[in-house]
């Protein structure tokens, strides 16, 4: 098995390409430690010494470090890891854990506004995030401001905020005249 890796926007994220199916649908989003028991593979990752997040998409593991870790020292140890976890032919995700499709259930009077934001975060957005090794995912839609969850490569990225206001706000005001800001939120 042959890993490849590639950076980020995101210097404390490095995205990790097994060759195979990661999910098959959806992504799995684990900041901490504390939730990885639904992933046998995240907790190989996380019982690396200074990792402190990990992301899965569908062909793609993204491993965030602390800020005080470097790069060096334990990447050797994930790639080991996720090597070791594919050769085992464990689950990715444990008995009924189940990856994110994504996006927050909306109803009400702007449901259909917000069927359009997802259409074109799911178009346009997401797949662009995807190749750096992240997902934004809508969260809400409140008197023209469009909540938006960050994750993976994504989640604390020094360029985010760019990405947000110049990228996604942009392309959704043009397309949807209701929304009027973007903004992140944590979850």
């Not at 504390?34 to 593991?61: E, K, M, W, Y």
């Amino acid at each position: 098995m042959f890993i490849q890796t590639e950076s980020t926007p995101n210097p404390a994220t490095l995205k990790f390409l097994p060759g195979q199916t990661v999910l098959e649908v959806g992504t799995a989003d684990f900041p901490s430690a504390d939730g990885a028991s639904a992933s046998p593979l995240a907790q190989r990752i996380f019982a690396v010494n200074g990792v402190v997040g990990v992301f899965f998409g569908t062909d793609f593991v993204t491993v965030t470090k602390g800020d005080e870790t470097q790069w060096d020292h334990i990447k050797p140890s994930i790639l080991g890891a996720i090597m070791e976890h594919f050769q085992s032919g464990q689950p990715v995700m444990a008995g009924d854990a189940q990856a994110s499709s994504g996006h927050a259930e909306h109803s009400g009077e702007d449901s259909e506004i917000v069927g359009q934001i997802k259409e074109l975060l799911d178009s346009r957005v997401r797949p662009a995030v995807a190749q750096d090794g992240g997902d934004i995912t809508f969260h809400g839609f409140d008197r023209g401001v469009v909540y938006l969850h960050m994750q993976g490569a994504c989640a604390g990225c020094p360029s985010s905020t760019l990405t947000l206001k110049m990228g996604i706000e942009n392309l959704l005001r043009h397309y949807i005249p209701e929304v009027t800001e973007v903004r992140p939120v944590a979850v």
